[in-house]
């Protein structure tokens, strides 16, 4: 069964990202909303963590609008890949269920 986690709190300032890191599986996916799209940053915590997780076969997705907002669309890693809220709806379709960590 695979699971889209769904991450909305900066990794700045919260654990949400590293405890999620922990229990995925590499069929998983990430989506970074709203904060969260911090930890799609080169030099956020969990960066290696994530990196090997990406490596193995995760899906790391961040949310347009978020990026955007937050002034970070040229300052994302390179291996995570923006997506829209039509690119939510159809991860949230592919994915057997949806785990939000707050």
Request: proline residues 2%; aromatic residues 6%; contains cysteine.
């Amino acid at each position: 069964m695979t699971t889209l986690h769904t991450i909305n709190k900066s990794p700045f300032s919260h654990s949400t990202l590293a405890s999620c890191l922990q229990v995925c599986g590499k069929q998983d996916g990430i989506l970074l909303l709203e904060d969260g799209v911090f930890g799609a940053l080169n030099n956020a915590p969990c960066a290696e963590e994530l990196s090997a997780m990406i490596t193995a076969g995760l899906k790391v997705y961040a949310l347009t609008g978020d990026v955007k907002a937050r002034g970070l669309l040229e300052k994302l890693r390179s291996d995570v890949i923006v997506t829209d809220y039509n690119g939510f709806v159809q991860l949230s379709i592919e994915h057997n269920c949806v785990q939000s960590w707050y």
